[in-house]
């Protein structure tokens, strides 16, 4: 399945023969302090920066109702995010993952977020629309 939305994605994982947990990254853009005079304008105008963690959290499919409600959890951190990472993992034996289990993993994802390694999430912006990096 094609994920075009944020509601495709819920649709997808709560169609998995086991159950999952989602996993999610917001990350906010900065510039560089080594930023080129380009780099700056183009920040400036909405474009580019540096991708840095922000908050993370777990989450049931089952409990997230929309991106909107998502969104809406999210304000209540004080955090101007840009961009949320998302992935999913999979329970076993017809058990979603806790989360605790999912602590480690969620833990991996942001340090990949910090580093720039990115191609195993699935990006949304603001509007919930999947984004394309790169």
């Given amino acids: 399945m094609e994920i075009a939305s944020f509601d495709d994605?819920?649709?997808?994982?709560?169609?998995?023969p086991e159950p999952q947990r989602l996993l999610f990254v917001f990350a906010g853009a900065e510039l560089p302090g080594?930023?080129?005079?380009?780099?700056?304008?183009?920040?400036a105008a909405g474009q580019g920066g540096a991708l840095v963690p922000l908050m993370c959290v777990d989450k049931r499919p089952e409990d997230?109702?929309?991106?909107?409600?998502?969104?809406?959890?999210?304000a209540q951190?004080?955090?101007?995010w840009a961009m949320?990472?998302?992935a999913a993992l999979s329970g076993t034996l017809h058990r979603?993952?806790?989360?605790?289990?999912a602590e480690a993993p969620l833990q991996r994802m942001?340090?990949?977020?910090?580093?720039?390694?990115?191609d195993a999430f699935i990006p949304f912006n603001r509007q919930g629309e999947p984004v394309r990096l790169g």
Avoid: N, Y
Avoid at 34 to 43: K, M
Avoid at 96 to 101: G, I, K, Q, T, Y
């Fill in 9 to 16: 994605l819920l649709q997808a994982a709560r169609s998995q």
């Fill in 84 to 86: 949320v990472f998302a």
């Fill in 77 to 80: 951190f004080g955090h101007d």
């Fill in 34 to 43: 080594d930023a080129t005079p380009a780099q700056r304008a183009d920040f």
């Fill in 96 to 101: 979603a993952p806790s989360s605790e289990e």
């Fill in 110 to 118: 942001v340090d990949a977020v910090k580093e720039g390694r990115v």
């Fill in 64 to 74: 997230i109702a929309s991106f909107a409600a998502l969104v809406d959890e999210s």
